[in-house]
């Protein structure tokens, strides 16, 4: 089963994480569909690390990763770092067993 959480995005300071909070071996994340007026905006993704270049996501975009195969990713690692483009929303996260 799926293990789903949400967080607080914005374009001010520094981008935020994506921390996985299981052993998951694929992590789907971007705005949350429950959000009023969704989709509200585009959205930036680094990855792997924070200074890395911003990739423009289309706004309602989800993102999958995986970790290379036969591997998982584990509690506490960062996958990626997001942002908007404008303003702030609330994204979510869903983690894969």
């Not at 990739?55 to 690692?77: A, L, W």
Request: hydrophobic share 35%; proline share 9%; aromatic share 8%.
């Amino acid at each position: 089963m799926a293990k789903t959480s949400t967080f607080s995005v914005d374009n001010v300071g520094d981008p935020e994480p994506v921390i996985i909070d299981t052993n998951c071996t694929e992590v789907m994340f971007g705005e949350d569909p429950s959000v009023a007026n969704f989709p509200t905006t585009d959205w930036t993704l680094r990855a792997p690390s924070k200074t890395d270049t911003p990739i423009r996501q289309e706004i309602g975009t989800q993102k999958v990763m995986r970790p290379p195969k036969g591997h998982t990713f584990d509690i506490g690692q960062i996958v990626a770092y997001v942002a908007t483009v404008i303003g702030t929303t609330t994204f979510r996260k869903w983690e894969l067993p």
